[in-house]
């Protein structure tokens, strides 16, 4: 019998409670957000967890983010980073921005974490221009229709055997009639690319199922990889 709606979520209560319980920073940072009218639409507990684990196992030191909200992914994020580590955020929206400072603020994250607010395109070409040095993971969750963008302009500032991350590439590029949706675009894209190679793997959502498209960037030593 398929999994109900209610079945998936008690999966997700029970992956979240014995691997990946909130902190007072995490929760606050979650309510603060809603309490300021935004959208409820940042990672799950069990995603931000997995994200950290991705981030921790590359022994990530630089992460970049696209889309930041109030800041609650960017918190399991940057908890994956050394005192010496850095992460960049990109926001567009100046209140949202401004609510993620907070929480950052409380969660004892202000050193580890800079937001830039701004469309996210022009500041990655910005970030190009200016020679930023490169990260060891992309995490890539701001506007879909341009995920196929981020990835092009981001890709150069991403190391070799760095992970680019995508969230919500899942029911949308599956379910949306529209060919050109950007989350069916980017995996499209993702999956043909030479220098990455990619597993799209199904994560649980309050609200679902989503998706999370991991991706690792290998530009040396390809002629003997099939993958
Ligand atoms: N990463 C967050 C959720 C991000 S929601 C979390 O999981 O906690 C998507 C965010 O991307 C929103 O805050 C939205 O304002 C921002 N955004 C939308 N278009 C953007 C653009 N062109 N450039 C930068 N940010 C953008
Ligand atoms: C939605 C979810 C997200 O994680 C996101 O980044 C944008 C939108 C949503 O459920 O609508
Ligand atoms: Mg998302």
Avoid at 33 to 57: C, D, F, H, W, Y
Avoid at 58 to 72: F, H, P, Q, S, V
Avoid at 88 to 104: K, Y
Avoid at 167 to 195: F, I
């Amino acid at each position: 019998m398929a999994d109900t709606r209610s079945d998936l979520h008690a999966y997700d209560r029970y992956i979240s409670k014995l691997f990946a319980p909130e902190d007072g920073a995490l929760e606050s940072a979650r309510k603060e957000t809603v309490r300021a009218g935004m959208p409820e639409i940042n990672v799950s507990a069990s995603e931000g967890k997995l994200l950290q684990i991705l981030a921790q196992i590359i022994n990530a030191k630089r992460i970049l983010e696209i889309g930041t909200l109030g800041g609650y992914s960017t918190i399991w994020l940057a908890r994956a980073l050394g005192p010496d580590g850095k992460l960049v955020t990109l926001e567009i929206d100046p209140d949202h921005a401004a609510v993620a400072s907070r929480n950052l603020e409380r969660a004892g994250l202000t050193k580890t974490v800079q937001i830039k607010v701004g469309p996210g395109l022009d500041l990655l070409a910005q970030m190009l221009s200016h020679s930023e040095p490169q990260f060891d993971m992309i995490f890539i969750d701001a506007d879909k229709e341009s995920y196929p963008k981020y990835l092009r302009t981001a890709l150069p500032l991403l190391r070799d055997g760095g992970l680019v991350v995508a969230d919500n590439t899942l029911p949308d590029a599956v379910l949306d009639s529209r060919a050109d949706h950007g989350a069916k675009r980017y995996n499209a894209d993702v999956g043909t690319h030479p220098d990455l190679t990619s597993i799209l793997v199904p994560v649980l959502r309050t609200r679902g199922i989503d998706g999370l498209l991991i991706s690792l960037k290998r530009t040396e030593g390809k002629g003997r990889r099939r993958n």
